[in-house]
C-alpha cells in the first residue's frame, strides 16, 4: 500500500479476528461497532475514532448496523498504539486531503474509557413502548447510566437532548399510523400522546401539517 485509502463501510453481524500490514483509522459515523484489539475490548460510535496499528489483531461485532469511515495506511507517527481520540468534524466530511487528516491525529487527544451507548438497541425498547411516559432517568437506566451520564452521551452521539427525540419518534410513529388509516384517538393513545387534540397540536407544531392531512 502507497497512499492512504479512505472508505466508507457499513457493518452488521460478527467479524472474525484478523490483522493487517498497515495500520487503519475508524471514525464512527452512525450506529456503534464493538471490537476485540489483542485481547481487549473497544468499540467505535459517532462521537470517536480509533486507531489499530498494523499487526495487531482485531474481530468486529455490530450488533445493529453501523457505518464507520475506515482509512487504510501505511504506519507512520502517532498510528503505532492503539489509541480512540476525538476526530474533529472535518474528518466526518471529508473536508480537506486524507494525509491532512492523518497528520492530525498526532495531535488529537486520547478519549479515555466510556460506557458504550447502544443507540439501535435504545430505539428498539422504547418503539416498543411507545405509550409509556418516558422519563429521561427511565431511557438512562435502560442503558445502566446515571441520568446525568446518559444525557450527555446521548447528546454528544446523537445531537438532541433525549426529551427531543422521543418526542421526534413519537410523531414518526404517529404519522405512520395515521397514513395507514388509524384514527387521530387511538394513533394518540398508541404513540404517547394523553389525547386526540395534545397529538393534533404536536404535528402542526413540529411538523407543520394537519392530522387530516395524512389520512
Not at 130 to 156: D, I, V
Amino acid at each position: 500500500m502507497l497512499d492512504p485509502q479512505p472508505t466508507l463501510r457499513r457493518y452488521q453481524g460478527e467479524y472474525t479476528a484478523h490483522e493487517h500490514g498497515y495500520a487503519q483509522v475508524l471514525v464512527g459515523l452512525q450506529g456503534s461497532l464493538e471490537l476485540e484489539i489483542g485481547g481487549h475490548g473497544a468499540f467505535v460510535d459517532a462521537s470517536c475514532g480509533l486507531i489499530v496499528p498494523a499487526g495487531v489483531g482485531h474481530g468486529y461485532l455490530a450488533r445493529h448496523p453501523a457505518s464507520v469511515m475506515v482509512i487504510d495506511t501505511p504506519m507512520r507517527k502517532g498510528l503505532d498504539r492503539v489509541r480512540r481520540f476525538q476526530p474533529s468534524g472535518t474528518w466526518r466530511r471529508l473536508a480537506y486531503p486524507v494525509e491532512a487528516m492523518l497528520d492530525e491525529l498526532s495531535g488529537s487527544p486520547t478519549l479515555l474509557p466510556r460506557r458504550r451507548l447502544d443507540i439501535a438497541a435504545l430505539e428498539a425498547k422504547v418503539d416498543a413502548q411507545l405509550h409509556r411516559s418516558w422519563t429521561t432517568a427511565q431511557l438512562a437506566a435502560l442503558c445502566h447510566m446515571s441520568p446525568q451520564r446518559f444525557h450527555a452521551r446521548f447528546a454528544e452521539l446523537v445531537g438532541a437532548a433525549p426529551m427531543a427525540w422521543l418526542r421526534g419518534r413519537r410523531l414518526d410513529a404517529a404519522q405512520r399510523l395515521l397514513r395507514g388509516g388509524m384514527t387521530l384517538e387511538a394513533a394518540a393513545a398508541q404513540v404517547g400522546y394523553a389525547t386526540a387534540s395534545a397529538l393534533a397540536f404536536a404535528l402542526k407544531r413540529e411538523r407543520g401539517v394537519g392530522a387530516r392531512a395524512l389520512r
